[in-house]
T-cell receptor, first 113, second 112 residues
Framework: GNSVTQMEGPVTLSEEAFLTINCTYT??????LFWYVQYPGEGLQLLLK?????DKGSNKGFEATYRKETTSFHLEKGSVQVSDSAVYFC????????????FGTGTSLTVIP | DTGVSQDPRHKITKRGQNVTFRCDPI?????LYWYRQTLGQGPEFLTY????????KSRLLSDRFSAERPKGSFSTLEIQRTEQGDSAMYLC??????????FGPGTRLTVL
């Protein structure tokens, strides 16, 4: 079946530190992969996506590369800011299963000045 | 583009009562999804519609849950005879075909 395994948190970093949040997946078909971000009290916002192997999604300084050989989609940012503090969710969408999303459990990030 | 909206944002009810939530998707989107999110977890799929047809339901969706999308626009999710275990954030998302899903702010349900 389909599933997403995400690095457990919480993660606390100092401002301007390098961020990596690991995400690996299991899928029956050829999924699309996503990172969503949830700020306190808000809904999920799409951060970036990749639809096929070797694609790199990027947005707001965040990047993730779709690695089929390692079934991974790790999120990275070179220099985090306090405003990046949020919960990050990795997700996959599989056209074989009606495109419902399968989410990881989320990783809470706190950036301290 | 006004985004996905949900109403109400918060609902507190007593065990055994019925509740209904509404979701208004992005206007040109033909697919609409419901998810449930509990504290510290990622959203879990409940059901989805393509236009007015309900195409898939999760095993999480017990007999007490029913969802409709009568004219292929807004959708309602009703929970009958609520239980304390139903307390969660209920999220709605929409998409145009098999593409990126855009999420609403959610309805937080508390069952006392």
């Amino acid at each position: 079946g389909n599933s997403v395994t995400q690095m457990e948190g919480p993660v606390t970093l100092s401002e301007e530190a390098f961020l990596t949040i690991n995400c690996t997946y299991t899928a029956t078909g050829y999924p699309s992969l996503f990172w969503y971000v949830q700020y306190p009290g808000e809904g999920l916002q799409l951060l970036l996506k990749a639809t096929k192997a070797d694609d790199k999604g990027s947005n707001k300084g965040f990047e993730a590369t779709y690695r089929k050989e390692t079934t991974s989609f790790h999120l990275e940012k070179g220099s985090v800011q306090v405003s990046d503090s949020a919960v990050y969710f990795c997700a996959l969408s599989d056209s074989n299963t009606g495109n419902q999303f399968y989410f990881g459990t989320g990783t809470s990030l706190t950036v301290i000045p | 583009d006004t985004g996905v909206s949900q109403d109400p944002r918060h609902k507190i009810t007593k065990r055994g009562q019925n509740v209904t939530f509404r979701c208004d998707p992005i206007s040109e989107h033909n697919r609409l999804y419901w998810y449930r999110q509990t504290l510290g977890q990622g959203p879990e799929f409940l059901t989805y519609f393509q236009n007015e047809a309900q195409l898939e339901k999760s095993r999480l969706l017990s007999d007490r849950f029913s969802a409709e999308r009568p004219k292929g626009s807004f959708s309602t999710l009703e929970i009958q005879r609520t239980e304390q275990g139903d307390s969660a954030m209920y999220l709605c998302a929409s998409s145009y075909g098999p593409d990126t899903q855009y999420f609403g702010p959610g309805t937080r349900l508390t069952v006392l």
